[in-house]
Structure formats: structure tokens, C-alpha cells
């Protein structure tokens, strides 16, 4: 076939000195694959977008990596297949450890970024910055170490590899140190820690959490140091040639992160606490306080609504003074307003006539009730 590596191949008949296994390719594909929807599933329903895209990443290439390993079966010496095998098994666990990286920045701001060594986003970038640069590392040896390319043997191309799954071991051992400084602190009892998402860390869940965090991380440790002196003795090595250790070291450590991962999901965890302890959350701006400014017209505030207008108040203006009219204008006089008014004559009104009507009666009455009566004989008269 075009794409053998024929004569260049590292060992006698293909790549490996062995033919891999089927069956144990088979279930660690499968494995790998029944843990896709799942996260998946807890992604989309706790809004955990870029921890669930990368761990899918993960486990996707983890799947291809053995899917690759079950072809090299029949066709040893298959540089597509080797490729194939050899990116899936190297590259899924590095995205795996960026998902893991990822946790860091919010174990340290769910306590309150005060107790932090050093800031969450700081931390974040400087493990997930090695962690790219083990993935590009990588990948550029992968190919030199399939292809052969520009005259670079196989031997220093696995070199690159081994570089790569360094820097991989480098940003793990990073957020190890960082965490550990951080949870002495708190058992230390140095500081207060933060109260607003007390109901997160103070669950029962949330201790068993971090503890999965704690294994997937040392297990993936565990896998980079192992894979780097692998690839560090070349693709024809005693290391890279043996399958049970193969097997092991980069199918079932793997694996076994993957399952904590998702066992202890940090979506089912915080909940929506994991998008307010993002370091890449914009932080909201506390407003100023409201002043209250006094002036000088407060100070001096006059009841007398007239004075309370502006004297620059169009409204003031027309209703304090009169509107002045030229003294020389033809038949009308020099001021509207007459200089003399006067005075208007006394109109009684029905109401007080009525009232000096009834004041006169009632005099008559009393002048009537009080006359003698009997003062002639009336049988005189007659």
C-alpha cells in the first residue's frame, strides 16, 4: 500500500512488534464512547459549555485513537493508521487534562478570591497557555514520528512527543501546587472564607467533588510523566512495544479520569455558582453612591410662592412688571392702567336688606311685646 512505511518502519512488520488486541481495543473504545452522551447530556442540561466541549473533545479522540489501534490489527505497518491510533491516545488524554485545568480557577473563587494565592484567572491562563502548547507540541511530532517528514528520524520525533507530554506534566503539576498552597491556607484558618456560595462548598457532595478532582489529577500526572519516558525511548523502545502496559497506562488511567469527570460532574455540583465563579465572567461595577447636593436656594427657601419663579422666567417677567407702551403714541394714554379709581358706591344686596328687614322687625316685635295692656276698662268705654 502507498501509505506502508515500508522499509523506514521501526520494527520488523509495521510499527509494533505485536499485533494489538481486539477485544480489550474494543471495550476501552467502548468505554470511552458510552461517556460521550453522557457528558454531553450534563453539559447541556447545567450550562457547562466550554468544560463539557473539552472533555467531549477527550473522549471523541480517545475513541478514534483505539478505533485506530483495531485497524493497525490487521495492517501493522499503516502510517494513517498509526497516525490515527497514535493522535487519539496521546491528544485525548491532553484535552482531558485541560477539562481538569479548567476546575482549578473555580475551587479557588468558590472560597472567596481573598484566600486565593494568586488570582483565578492568572492560574487559569497559565496552566491552560502550557496545556496548548503540549497540545501543539504534540501534534507537530505526532506527524514527524508517522511520516518521517524533512529528514527528522522517528527517534527524534518522538523526542517532540515526549516534550509536548512534559509541558502536559509541567501544567499539571502547576495546578497541584497552587490547590495544595490554597487548601492550607483554608485548613489553616487564615482567613474567613467567602459566604456567598456557602451553599456550595459547605454540601456534602462538594467534599467528594474535590476529591474526584484530586484522583483525576494525579492520575492524569501519573499518565503524562509514564507517557513522556515512553516516548522519550523512541517508537522501537522496550516501553512504547509493550501492549499490557500500553493498555494500562494509556487506555485505563484515561479512562478512569474520564469516569470521575463525569461522575462528579462541577455542573451538578455548582450549579449555577459555576458561571458566577468564572474568572472570565465580566465583573460588575459597583455604582457610586447617590450625593445629595445642597444649594443655595434650598438654604434659603421663601413660602411666598411668587418668589419661588426664576427672574429670568419668562412667566415672572410678564407678571411683575406691566407692558410699557411710547409715551407719544397717538390716542391712547401713556399707561393703560388709570392712576386714579374711584370708589364704587354702596349697592345693598338682597342678603342685606333681608338682614336689616329682619333686624328692624324683630325691634318692632320686642317694642310691641313690651306695652302695658288693660290700661283702659273696657265697660267704661261702652
Given at each position: 500500500m502507498a501509505d506502508d512505511c515500508g522499509s523506514t518502519c521501526p520494527v520488523a512488520g509495521g510499527f509494533y512488534s505485536y499485533s494489538p488486541?481486539?477485544?480489550?481495543?474494543?471495550?476501552?473504545?467502548?468505554?470511552?464512547?458510552?461517556?460521550?452522551?453522557?457528558?454531553?447530556?450534563?453539559?447541556?442540561?447545567?450550562?457547562?459549555?466550554?468544560?463539557?466541549?473539552?472533555?467531549?473533545?477527550?473522549?471523541?479522540?480517545?475513541v478514534l485513537g483505539f478505533a485506530g489501534r483495531v485497524l493497525l490489527h490487521r495492517?501493522?505497518?499503516?502510517?494513517?493508521?498509526?497516525?490515527?491510533?497514535?493522535?487519539?491516545?496521546?491528544?485525548?488524554?491532553?484535552?482531558?487534562?485541560?477539562?481538569?485545568?479548567?476546575?482549578?480557577?473555580?475551587?479557588?473563587?468558590?472560597?472567596?478570591?481573598?484566600l486565593s494565592p494568586c488570582r483565578p484567572i492568572l492560574a487559569e491562563s497559565f496552566s491552560c497557555g502550557l496545556t496548548l502548547v503540549a497540545l501543539v507540541v504534540q501534534l507537530?511530532?505526532?506527524?514527524?514520528?508517522a511520516y518521517g517528514l524533512n529528514g527528522v528520524t522517528r527517534m527524534q520525533s518522538a523526542g517532540i512527543v515526549a516534550g509536548g507530554l512534559a509541558v502536559q506534566a509541567v501544567a499539571l503539576l502547576g495546578a497541584m501546587v497552587v490547590y495544595l498552597w490554597f487548601m492550607l491556607g483554608l485548613n489553616s484558618g487564615q482567613g474567613l472564607p467567602d459566604e456567598k456560595h456557602a451553599a456550595v462548598y459547605l454540601a456534602p457532595r462538594f467534599e467528594r467533588f474535590l476529591r474526584g478532582m484530586e484522583i483525576a489529577t494525579t492520575l492524569l500526572l501519573a499518565y503524562s510523566i509514564y507517557r513522556a519516558i515512553d516516548m522519550a525511548g523512541g517508537v522501537d523502545g522496550g516501553l512504547f512495544q509493550n501492549e499490557a502496559a500500553f493498555m494500562v497506562v494509556t487506555g485505563a488511567v484515561p479512562l478512569a479520569a474520564c469516569i470521575l469527570l463525569t461522575v462528579f460532574h462541577p455542573g451538578a455540583v455548582y450549579g449555577?455558582?459555576?458561571e458566577q465563579t468564572s474568572p472570565r465572567r465580566p465583573k460588575r461595577r459597583i455604582p457610586p453612591p447617590i450625593q445629595h447636593y445642597i444649594t443655595n436656594t434650598h438654604r434659603a427657601y421663601d413660602?411666598?410662592?411668587?418668589?419661588?419663579?426664576?427672574p429670568n422666567s419668562p412667566r415672572t417677567?410678564?407678571?411683575?412688571?406691566?407692558?410699557?407702551?411710547?409715551s407719544g403714541s397717538p390716542g391712547l394714554p401713556s399707561n393703560p392702567r388709570p392712576s386714579y379709581k374711584p370708589?364704587?358706591?354702596?349697592?345693598?344686596?338682597?342678603?342685606?336688606?333681608a338682614a336689616t328687614s329682619e333686624r328692624y322687625g324683630d325691634g318692632s316685635e320686642r317694642s310691641k311685646s313690651q306695652l302695658p295692656k288693660n290700661m283702659v276698662d273696657s265697660e267704661a268705654l261702652w
Amino acid at each position: 500500500m502507498a501509505d506502508d512505511c515500508g522499509s523506514t518502519c521501526p520494527v520488523a512488520g509495521g510499527f509494533y512488534s505485536y499485533s494489538p488486541n481486539v477485544g480489550g481495543n474494543v471495550v476501552l473504545m467502548a468505554a470511552f464512547a458510552l461517556l460521550l452522551p453522557f457528558v454531553l447530556y450534563l453539559g447541556y442540561r447545567f450550562r457547562v459549555t466550554l468544560f463539557t466541549a473539552i472533555l467531549a473533545t477527550g473522549l471523541l479522540l480517545d475513541v478514534l485513537g483505539f478505533a485506530g489501534r483495531v485497524l493497525l490489527h490487521r495492517v501493522r505497518d499503516s502510517q494513517a493508521y498509526f497516525t490515527l491510533s497514535l493522535l487519539g491516545t496521546a491528544m485525548g488524554p491532553t484535552f482531558t487534562t485541560a477539562a481538569v485545568i479548567l476546575v482549578l480557577p473555580h475551587v479557588l473563587t468558590i472560597y472567596g478570591e481573598a484566600l486565593s494565592p494568586c488570582r483565578p484567572i492568572l492560574a487559569e491562563s497559565f496552566s491552560c497557555g502550557l496545556t496548548l502548547v503540549a497540545l501543539v507540541v504534540q501534534l507537530v511530532g505526532i506527524v514527524l514520528v508517522a511520516y518521517g517528514l524533512n529528514g527528522v528520524t522517528r527517534m527524534q520525533s518522538a523526542g517532540i512527543v515526549a516534550g509536548g507530554l512534559a509541558v502536559q506534566a509541567v501544567a499539571l503539576l502547576g495546578a497541584m501546587v497552587v490547590y495544595l498552597w490554597f487548601m492550607l491556607g483554608l485548613n489553616s484558618g487564615q482567613g474567613l472564607p467567602d459566604e456567598k456560595h456557602a451553599a456550595v462548598y459547605l454540601a456534602p457532595r462538594f467534599e467528594r467533588f474535590l476529591r474526584g478532582m484530586e484522583i483525576a489529577t494525579t492520575l492524569l500526572l501519573a499518565y503524562s510523566i509514564y507517557r513522556a519516558i515512553d516516548m522519550a525511548g523512541g517508537v522501537d523502545g522496550g516501553l512504547f512495544q509493550n501492549e499490557a502496559a500500553f493498555m494500562v497506562v494509556t487506555g485505563a488511567v484515561p479512562l478512569a479520569a474520564c469516569i470521575l469527570l463525569t461522575v462528579f460532574h462541577p455542573g451538578a455540583v455548582y450549579g449555577p455558582s459555576w458561571e458566577q465563579t468564572s474568572p472570565r465572567r465580566p465583573k460588575r461595577r459597583i455604582p457610586p453612591p447617590i450625593q445629595h447636593y445642597i444649594t443655595n436656594t434650598h438654604r434659603a427657601y421663601d413660602p411666598n410662592i411668587r418668589k419661588q419663579f426664576s427672574p429670568n422666567s419668562p412667566r415672572t417677567a410678564r407678571s411683575s412688571y406691566p407692558p410699557k407702551m411710547p409715551s407719544g403714541s397717538p390716542g391712547l394714554p401713556s399707561n393703560p392702567r388709570p392712576s386714579y379709581k374711584p370708589p364704587s358706591p354702596m349697592i345693598p344686596s338682597p342678603k342685606s336688606a333681608a338682614a336689616t328687614s329682619e333686624r328692624y322687625g324683630d325691634g318692632s316685635e320686642r317694642s310691641k311685646s313690651q306695652l302695658p295692656k288693660n290700661m283702659v276698662d273696657s265697660e267704661a268705654l261702652w
